[in-house]
């Protein structure tokens, strides 16, 4: 997924370089990211930070390691697939809660909740930024590990 982030991220420091360059929305069309937005004045790496981004896309386009594709999950409602990040399917409408760590969409089977607030985030995700900073993202009351999860929902 770097390689599209990064990818994304350099047409749209060509674009702001040459305000007439169209960026290709393609790979973009079958998620849920949004891509008609205004283009900032300027990016916010250094020179040298972009060239290295740029090395590493380069890298990445001629490497035949790099699966140069979307990553997909199954929708928890339909079952058809869908962009691995997707907050709601586009096939059936089924909304995802956000993960309160990482953004990303909360799967039942390592749906984990605060104790406080219940903000709701994956398993994983929770326990290292629990072991990392101890208390919810969301309110800071203090939390521990889950070695649980919560089923439905």
Known sequence: MAFYYYNRYLDILDAIQDE????????????????????????????????????????????????????????????????????????????????????QPVLRASRVDCSNCKSQANRDDWNVYINKFGSCPWCRARQKVSTSFVLGA
Request: hydrophobic share 35%.
């Open 20 to 103: 007439s360059a169209q960026l290709d929305n393609t790979d973009f069309q079958d998620t849920d990211l949004p891509f008609d937005v205004a283009l900032p004045a300027q990016g916010f790496a250094t020179e040298d930070e972009n060239e290295e981004i740029r090395e590493l896309v380069l890298g990445w386009s001629v490497s035949s390691s790099i699966a140069q594709r979307m990553e997909e999950r199954s929708c928890e409602n339909c079952g058809k697939n869908i962009y691995g990040a997707a907050l709601s399917c586009r096939h059936c409408g089924f909304q995802s809660a956000p993960c309160v760590v990482t953004g």
